[in-house]
Each structure stands twice: as C-alpha cells, then as structure tokens.
C-alpha cells in the first residue's frame, strides 16, 4: 500500500523520539473518512529523502513479511515537503504499550518463567517467519520488539509483542553484512551473517527477561564476554546464570546461545523446547 498526499492526510501529534535513521513521531489519519481504514493513531518515522534508504529498505522488507501477528504492520510511506525539503515518512503500528526493554523494566525485579515463556513464544513465532522469507533481523534486542496492549471484554489486559525496526535486515540470499556486523563474527560464530545470529540474540533476550537486566551490563559484561569467546567456557557460562533457574530455561538458553553455530537450534526447533511447550496453554493477560 502507498500512502501519499493526494490520497490519505495524516498529521503529526507528538514527537516520540530520534534514532539512527531519523525522527519518530505519534501521527493520526487526518481524514475523518478514512479512518476506518487505519488505526486512530501511527508511528511516523521520517527521514529526508536523500537520507531515508534504510527507511525505504524497512518498507521493502515489511511490506514482504505482512500478515504475520508477531510482526509489526506497515500501513505504507508517504512523501511530504518540511521546511523546504522532501521527507520520506513510513507508517507503522503504534505500540500503546511501549517496548519490551520497558516492560521488562517495569517488571520488577524480573519476570516470572511462565512469562518469559510466552513472551519468547511470541518472538520465536515472529522470528520464524522472517527467517521463512529469507531475511535476517540482525538488530534483534529489547528494544526494538514492541508491545501492544488490548482489553478483553472480561476487562482484563491482553500482551502481545511484535518485532520491528528492520533497518539492518539482511536477505539471506546475499553475503551483504558490513565491516561492523564482521567484527562480531568471533563472538557470534557466524562465517556468514546467517539466522544463527537471530537465534543467539533471541537468547540474550530471554536471559533479560528471566534475570531482570542485560547480560553486557554492569559486571556481568567482562566476565560473560571472556567465557563466551572459548567454547571450552561455554559450561563456566552457563554456570554463572543464576540458581532461581529452572533446568529448562538455562538448557532453552544453552540452545540459543552455543558457540558453535551448527548446534544453535533453529527457531522452529526452539518453539517444540519444554521451556515453551509446559506453558503454551496458559493465558498471558
């Protein structure tokens, strides 16, 4: 779907915040007609034209991943005329419900394991299918999963999480990885910028849920990047995560996160793991 002027108005409410690839703004169709169309309210992200590719790749890339609840939906892109100068505006769901970094803070202390559970479930869906198109995310964190809130008629909250932020996505039909994503080959065990570092990233995820903060913060980083560079670390690692743990969830986490890419489970081969099959009856509201 195309969005341009002549066809849909649209106008900008709040400013949300700036990140690498320009501005994010809360928007909402301006034509009263149309609203049934679209949601009451969008995520902007705009960019000069001459600076937008990573905008128009996102475009691209969504647009090819439609249709999958765990992803975010792309309503389109639109060109308009700021200040004397062409923007490339993409419209996208509005995550009411923030990001999964900010859950996660709100959380507490840290999230229960039947929680986390089908939080991940949520993702591995997603991830699934991007890797079924042919794509890497790449940027694959916290921050970048969105979080939709929705009441049921009973009156209580549902949760549901949906990737986004495809901006470094690679296709895994071409070796297209920068000198910055070579650079973590070492540690991610990756020749090639494959599905392996999806996983691996999944798994860092999950172990933030589970403890209740990033594995690269605080001391944890020195310790967890000098053991997992050696294979032969890889059990003192695992020993490091904390006793509150079930067997299953440091195993789940075994699996996302090994050196060696071979053994990496594939995310389909994840969604069958008991740290999500022993919850995937319980409703998360």
Known sequence: ?????????????????????????????????????????????????????????????????????????????????????????????????GTLEELIESSGDRMQEWEASKYTCMLLKGLCHVHHKGYVHCDLKANNVLVFLSKQKNGEVKYSLKIADFGLAKSRRCDNADDHQHKLQPLLGVAN????????????????????????????????????????????????LPGFMSKDAKDFLRRCMTMNKKERWSGDRLLQHPFITQFVDLNLD
């Open 193 to 240: 910028y494959n599905v392996a570092i999806d996983i691996w990233s999944l798994g860092c995820i999950v172990a933030e849920m589970l403890v209740g903060k990033s594995l690269w913060c605080n001391n944890l980083q020195q310790d967890l990047m000098m053991m997992m560079v050696s294979k032969d670390n890889e059990e003192k690692w695992l020993e490091t």
């Open 1 to 97: 779907m195309i969005i341009n002027n002549k066809a849909v108005k649209w106008e900008k409410i709040k400013f949300l915040g700036k990140g690498l690839w320009g501005s994010v703004y809360l928007a909402k169709p301006a034509v009263p007609l149309l609203s049934s169309s679209f949601p009451p309210f969008m995520a902007l992200k705009s960019a000069t034209a001459n600076l937008s590719s990573t905008l128009q790749l996102e475009n691209t890339i969504l647009h090819d991943l439609k249709d999958c609840p765990e992803i975010v939906q792309c309503f389109g892109y639109d060109l308009s005329v700021e200040n004397g100068k062409l923007v490339y505006n993409l419209l996208l769901e509005y995550a009411n419900g």
